[in-house]
């Protein structure tokens, strides 16, 4: 059964402490790996999209990668406003066109000042 | 751009009363997607429609369940009768379609938050 488990559930950082967030995986065939941000009250917002292992993506603080079984999302001297949920999704290739996503529960980052 | 545009943002209701929740997806995007939300399950796909037509409902709980897409700029998503365990937040996102350059991410709308007592 396809699957997306996320870790830690929860991190609390210092403003600048770098860190990581996993993203473990079980699919029958990648077609992608998504990571999306979430604040609260209001809907996902896209990040990254990573198709293949050893791809990284890289957004201002943030950087993605990407192995066979697992994705992270690094976060460099996080700031307080990176704090989020921040959730990963697969589309796993076995489908056809369709474009279902399985969503992990996400991890919840709190950065303090 | 507006974004996807949802309605209403919140709404409360009895056990047994008719729902429905509205969404206007972006311009020019040819995909839209139902998603509930809830701490226990995450984020679960409803349905999704391509080009107007539903292409996936596997994840439409029950028959209480229904939704429409009447033309590209509308779609709404029915819960009659709406019971305690439907409340959630309620998702709509639109995509346009994956190619080239294009990853073909989601854009979400606010959300509708559903409370059936």
């Known amino acids: 059964e396809d699957q997306v488990t996320q870790s830690p559930e929860a991190l609390r950082l210092q403003e600048g402490e770098s860190s990581s967030l996993n993203c473990s995986y079980t699919v029958s065939g990648l077609r992608g790996l998504f990571w999306y941000r979430q604040d609260p009250g209001k809907g996902p917002e896209f990040l990254f999209t990573?198709?293949?292992?050893?791809e990284e993506k890289e957004k201002e603080r943030l950087k993605a990668t990407l192995t066979k079984k697992e994705s992270f999302l690094h976060i460099t001297a996080p700031k307080p406003e990176d704090s989020a949920t921040y959730l990963c999704a697969v589309q796993a290739r076995n489908v056809g066109n369709n474009r279902k996503l399985i969503w992990g529960l996400g991890t919840s980052l709190a950065v303090n000042p | 751009d507006a974004g996807v545009i949802q309605s209403p943002r919140h709404e409360v209701t009895e056990m047994g009363q008719e729902v429905t929740l509205r969404c206007k997806p972006i311009s020019g995007h040819n995909s839209l997607f139902w998603y509930r939300q809830t701490m226990m399950r995450g984020l679960e796909l409803l349905i999704y429609?391509?080009?107007?037509?539903?292409?996936?409902d596997s994840g439409m709980p029950e028959d209480r369940f229904s939704a429409k897409m009447p033309n590209a700029s509308f779609s709404t998503l029915k819960i009659q009768p709406s019971e305690p365990r439907d409340s959630a937040v309620y998702f709509c996102?639109?995509?346009?379609?994956?190619?080239?350059?294009?990853?073909?991410?989601?854009?979400f709308g606010e959300g509708s938050r559903l409370t059936v007592l």
């Open positions: 429609f391509n080009n107007n037509v539903p292409i996936d």
């Open positions: 990573l198709y293949s292992a050893g």
């Open positions: 996102a639109s995509q346009l379609a994956p190619s080239g350059a294009n990853t073909g991410e989601l854009f």
